[in-house]
């Protein structure tokens, strides 16, 4: 068994538990970890006995405002200068962003020391809405009521801030009348679009919607009156792979879902043991690498989803046109699997595995300056 001791947090700026947690769910074999946020109580362990020693130090774009902060400034790096000298290896935590977020901003703090960056690629959102909604009970209900087909919206398009790939798709779907009778939103957007009162969290003003806090809750009633999400992602780019909240919801609500990301996102989800809709809907936009040609794919199934499935008429439904009726029948077992698996422990903690190598490998890289 190979120990590992970690310093959650260098200077205990934030959220060193949730590090922990998360580093918790690994389920490496071999491999164990003491961690604190308490750069005083380093006395209380005797270093000397682990294989690794990581101090994490916490880049989140929240401690910017640090960055004016002299004081604060010199103690990071006086403490950083005095464990690099025990031979501790350093880990720049931001995993509340991508790749191509954290090499587009100016990250603070800028510490001139060898280092992993800790970003949140697939498992950080898929671990925190885990441990945000695992003990939730929620009534997602897609079942087809008697005569009644229930769903009075076609599609749930939800966009708050304006990415240059959101606005595109958005306006393209505009343009050409595909959200016509659905649910959508683009807060910070070209038409500051909210939603409408009932279908917004309860106790938020739709008016008023928090920039920060309330992405990752839900509520059931936008996915029960919806046949299908359109997932509007953070990236779009060919480099990386960055899995928000955004598509933990439809998966936590059992809903069909086409989504806007990056090159292979869909593949990517398969690999990690989930199920697509490649058996119902053309999927070949995944493998699109042009992306503005992935847009214009994703804005054709729309229209076409919406012309050929969409007709929420009730007459026409009585009459036989149930298409979506059929694929919500016919998706039931595949949903279930992919909200079962969602909540599965050991699923998640394989994921988790992938980026607690990527520590373990880079201290054993002997990158590490002397």
């Known amino acids: 068994m190979q120990r590992n001791f970690i310093l959650t947090d260098i200077m205990k700026s934030g959220y060193h538990l949730d590090l922990?947690?998360?580093?918790?769910?690994?389920?490496?074999?071999?491999?164990?970890?003491d961690m604190t946020g308490e750069y005083f109580s380093l006395h209380n362990y005797d270093l000397d006995t682990y294989d690794r020693k990581f101090a994490v130090i916490d880049c989140r774009t929240a401690n910017a405002g640090l960055a004016f902060n002299p004081e604060y400034d010199d103690t990071l790096k006086h403490r950083v200068k005095l464990l690099h000298s025990q031979g501790f290896v350093f880990i720049k935590a931001t995993p509340w962003e991508s790749k191509e977020n954290i090499e587009n901003s100016d990250i603070y703090p800028k510490i001139d020391i060898a280092h992993v960056k800790w970003t949140a690629d697939t498992s950080w959102f898929w671990f925190y809405m885990y441990e945000k909604h695992k003990s939730n009970k929620f009534n997602f209900t897609h079942d087809h009521d008697g005569s009644y087909w229930h769903k009075?919206?076609?599609?749930?398009?939800?966009?708050?801030?304006?990415?240059?790939?959101?606005?595109?798709?958005?306006?393209?779907?505009?343009?050409?009348?595909?959200?016509?009778?659905?649910?959508?939103?683009?807060?910070?957007?070209?038409?500051?679009?909210?939603?409408?009162?009932?279908?917004?969290?309860?106790?938020?003003?739709?008016?008023?919607?928090?920039?920060?806090g309330k992405d990752q809750d839900i509520t059931e009633l936008p996915y029960i009156d919806t046949v299908c999400s359109i997932v509007s992602e953070t990236n779009d780019n060919n480099n990386d792979i960055f899995m928000t909240e955004k598509i933990w919801k439809p998966i936590m609500a059992q809903h069909i879902f086409v989504v806007h990301g990056n090159y292979l996102y869909l593949q990517k989800l398969r690999e990690m043991g989930f199920k697509t809709f490649a058996s119902f809907i053309d999927e070949t936009y995944d493998i699109e690498r042009d992306r503005d040609k992935r847009i214009q794919k994703i804005a054709s199934l729309l229209q076409d989803l919406k012309s050929r499935l969409c007709d929420n008429n009730v007459s026409k439904v009585n009459a036989g046109n149930k298409k979506w009726h059929d694929i919500y029948l016919q998706t039931k077992a595949l949903r279930q699997h992919n909200y079962d698996l969602m909540f599965n422990p050991v699923a998640l903690g394989k994921e988790i595995n992938k980026t607690v190598n990527l520590f373990l490998e880079f201290a054993d890289s002997g990158k590490i300056p002397s």
């Open 152 to 212: 009075k919206h076609d599609f749930l398009y939800l966009n708050k801030q304006p990415r240059p790939h959101r606005v595109k798709l958005y306006n393209e779907l505009i343009e050409h009348n595909v959200l016509e009778n659905s649910i959508h939103t683009f807060i910070e957007g070209p038409t500051k679009r909210r939603l409408p009162k009932e279908y917004e969290l309860p106790g938020i003003d739709p008016e008023d919607y928090p920039r920060f």
């Open 20 to 33: 922990e947690n998360f580093i918790n769910h690994h389920t490496l074999p071999n491999q164990s970890f």
